[in-house]
């Protein structure tokens, strides 16, 4: 039984009965899922995982206090906290009143201002451009198990995807960054002798190319350990998270070097075919810092397209 699997049994078993026994004029008010922090909102725990914050809980999303105010909180806060301390041979740990950081009574406001900066979910286009995609992942990933009021669901609707000017600018960026970092600056440090700079060029073009194959698959990119397992689940660029990986965990040396610059401009040329795909390029080249350009030409809105071609990354 995975953590997701777990927190939902905990709350149809255990919160969703006790609930409708003590709180049924707060019912209609209420949400209850999991989402947020951990590898259990994302289907990724293992046995592994189950080392720290591993435990039977859920979420419970209330909206302000012109509706839900701090006295009946506080009750909520109580109640949850006294459920069953075992479940499935799982232990929970001993929260205060107030809830613990992953699970418990969530004023949902909150939550998503840590999250994304904004109550509502409301983004202006700066924030887009800012905010980590893993906040945002963690806004939007996990599972809602009910949602009476719909607040909470309307939110994060509202910022499951990003706005595709943001999109194309943040995607221009990555495509300059993979295009010096990997096409240009990999074999010029090699050829200075300095494999470690080259080693670190290699890092950066990992690093974008990821951000790029979320980008064009239109997903958030999780926290960075988890990166590579979600990559695998885009529906575009199948082979890349290999390629990817055989070049972080190679060494430089001549006999090696060569490969993998020729898998460095293998990756470059899937990209470019997905670019062309969803007809984000014009250009008609090799070059990632080529079609960088033509993605930043084809951003809508003019403000945006003329700032800085880095500064969405």
Known sequence: MNGMELSKAFYTEIGEPMLREKFPELLPFLAVGLTGSGSECYGFDDEIS???????????????????????????????????????????????????????????????????????????????LSIPDYALAEAVNGEIFADHYGEITAIRERIRKRPEDVRRKKLAGHLLLMAQAGQYNYLRCLAHGETAAAQLAVAEFVKSAMAAAFLLGGAYQPYYKWSFRAMRALPVLPYVPELLEYLLTTNNEPKTRKEKHKVIEDIAADVIRELEAQGLTGADSADLERHAYSVNDRVADPQLRNMHILAGV
């Open 50 to 128: 189950q080392d720290h914050d591993f435990e039977p809980g859920f979420c419970i999303f209330v909206p302000g206090e012109n509706i839900v105010d701090r006295k009946a909180a506080f009750a909520l806060e109580r109640a949850y906290a006294a459920l069953s301390r075992q479940f499935k041979g799982f232990r929970r740990s001993y929260s205060a009143p107030v809830g613990g950081a992953r699970h418990g009574v969530l004023r949902t406001a909150e939550f998503m201002t840590e999250k994304v900066g904004a109550a509502d979910g409301k983004l202006s286009t700066l924030q887009w």
